[in-house]
């Protein structure tokens, strides 16, 4: 059963906004770190952004930067990521996972995943 749960994806036209999420279903993320990643078709996995419980310090993928945003509410075993002024090659699929730290989260290993949940910008 997996314990990360995604959602908030869908449709949208370019330039429009999506907030995904992520729902920690069995644990929290304190102590943790928490990423979003993504996979457009025929493409790897892509990494967004981090966060961890410890500090709420962020770090985003360079090419990321100003478009999306990572937050939490921790209490609430949630972590979100908000897209604005999206493009069509935003389109993928969108994972969160849950990572001991910052630098597995960057890399993208040894984390606990989400199944995912598809954004598709088109217009």
């Known amino acids: 059963e997996r314990q990360l749960v995604e959602s908030g994806g869908g449709s949208v036209q370019p330039g429009e906004s999506l907030k995904l999420s992520c729902a920690a279903s069995?644990?929290?993320?304190?102590?943790?770190?928490a990423g979003w990643f993504r996979r457009a078709p025929g493409k790897e996995r892509e990494w967004i952004a981090c966060i961890s419980s410890n500090d709420y310090t962020t770090s985003y993928a360079d090419s990321m930067k100003g478009r999306f945003t990572i937050s939490t509410e921790f209490a609430r075993r949630t972590v979100y990521l908000q897209m604005n002024s999206l493009k069509p090659e935003d389109t993928a699929v969108y994972y969160c996972?849950?990572?001991?730290?910052?630098?597995?989260?960057?890399?993208?290993?040894?984390?606990?995943w989400g199944q995912g949940t598809q954004v598709s910008v088109s217009s």
């Open positions: 069995a644990y929290t993320f304190h102590g943790y770190t």
């Open positions: 996972a849950r990572f001991s730290d910052e630098v597995n989260c960057r890399k993208g290993q040894f984390g606990s």
